[in-house]
Each structure stands twice: as C-alpha cells, then as structure tokens.
C-alpha cells in the first residue's frame, strides 16, 4: 500500500504557482520522497525527488518539513500542459532499483 | 535518444484468450518494470527484471501472468486464459543501473482490452 496521503485534486490559474501537499508521516529514515506525473494517456514522467533538503530542478522544487513527514511540490508558473495526476511516492533509493508504490495522487487542474 | 515503447498501444481479445505485450527498453537499462493500471487508479506493481532475472515478481497477481527477458533487453509480459478483469493498461519501465541516478523512464502503455 501507499505509504502516502494526498489531496484528490486541485484547480490552479494558470501562470500562478501550484502547490501540492504530501502527507507521509511514516516515512522512514532511509526513504525519499520522490514525485512524477502522469499526463492523460501517456506513462508516468519523473518530476524530481528529495530526502530530507529542499530540492530544485528545472521542473519543479521540493519543499520536505525538517520532521520529514511531509512535503509539497511547487510548479512555480503553472501551464495548461501542467495539467495531469501528481503521484508522491516514498521509497529507498537512489542507489536501489526498487518499484514504485503509487497511490491515487492529485489530480491538478490548471485553468486558463 | 529513443524513450521506452510498448507494441501494441492498444489490443482487443476475448475472455479464454492468450496475449502477449512486449516492452523496449532505452537502450543499456539494466533494470525493466511492469505495471498496470486500471481506471482511475496509480499504477500497480507487477514484475521487475534486473538484467534477464525477474528480480521481484510479487506483484503478478496469479499463475496467468509471466514475464521474460531473456536477453536483458526486450521484455514480453504474457497472459494466459485473459479474464474481463484483466482489462487495463499495462505500462513498461525501464532505468539505469547508475549510482545516485534510479529515475524509472515509462512508456505510452498498452491497453488491454478483454471482451
């Protein structure tokens, strides 16, 4: 089962940032949190992952609470094509190759 | 470079039938992932190969399914005696075996239709 909680959607106006909360309160101390997407019809795409520092990349950053058991992704300026299921996920890594465990994630609606 | 493709993209059959999907990883990927996903759910572990050894096959949910690879490439999931309940979308994955870097690279899927 996911070790993760999040909302089931979301609306966010375009060109704003899209903030979107994670609950993972039994994370443990060897686990990442990593976030992909999945837009409509296609396979899940690799968004960015962290362990317990804020992380920054060129699609999003990862905000991680000092506590680490949550976090939020942060689409800075939200596009139409931002729109898609946000998947948070924990596991081992980076150096393993274990499977991913999805959830539900958040649907995020960006709106023109 | 060439991402993960999947053959068919989408396949009709009738309950009792057999089928195959087949998965081309990116090329020098050690390790390759099937999942599935049905409606309006996360994708679902099935099987994961390191090289050509499925390294976890927990997630096959029964005798029906299996999977090879019996060249550490190209993967083929198979199904035997489909039932209606088998319909969804099967997704391949595939990463490298790079230190720091296990980033899992998807696929377009195949949909599986079971009539």
């Known amino acids: 089962d996911a070790k993760t909680t999040q909302p089931t959607s979301m609306d966010c106006a375009e060109g704003r940032a899209a903030n979107l909360p994670c609950n993972h309160s039994?994370?443990?101390?060897?686990?990442?949190v990593y976030w992909y997407r999945q837009i409509h019809s296609q396979g899940p795409q690799y968004i960015i992952h962290?362990?317990?520092n804020n992380e920054t990349n060129e699609m999003a950053s990862l905000i991680i609470t000092e506590d680490r058991k949550s976090s939020t992704l942060i689409l800075p300026h939200a596009t139409l094509r931002d729109t898609a299921v946000y998947y948070c996920?924990?596991?081992?890594?980076?150096?393993?190759?274990?499977?991913?465990?999805f959830g539900k994630g958040t649907r995020l609606s960006v709106i023109a | 470079g060439a991402g993960v493709s999947q053959t068919p993209s989408n396949k009709v059959t009738e309950k009792g039938k057999y089928v195959e999907l087949r998965c081309d990883p990116i090329?020098?990927?050690?390790?390759l992932y099937w999942y599935r996903q049905s409606l309006g759910q996360g994708p679902e572990f099935l099987i994961y190969?390191?090289?050509?050894?499925?390294?976890?096959d927990s997630g096959l949910p029964n005798d029906r399914f299996f999977a090879v690879r019996p060249e550490g490439s190209v993967s083929t999931l198979k199904i035997q005696r489909t039932e209606r309940g088998d319909s969804a979308v099967y997704l391949c994955?595939?990463?490298?075996?790079?230190?720091?870097?296990?980033?899992?690279?998807f696929g377009p899927g195949t949909r599986l239709t079971v009539l």
């Open positions: 090329s020098g990927h050690t390790a």
């Open positions: 190969f390191q090289g050509t050894g499925a390294a976890d």
């Open positions: 994955a595939s990463s490298p075996r790079l230190a720091g870097v296990n980033e899992q690279f």
């Open positions: 962290g362990l317990k």
């Open positions: 039994t994370i443990s101390g060897n686990e990442y």
């Open positions: 996920i924990v596991r081992v890594g980076p150096s393993g190759n274990t499977p991913l465990v």
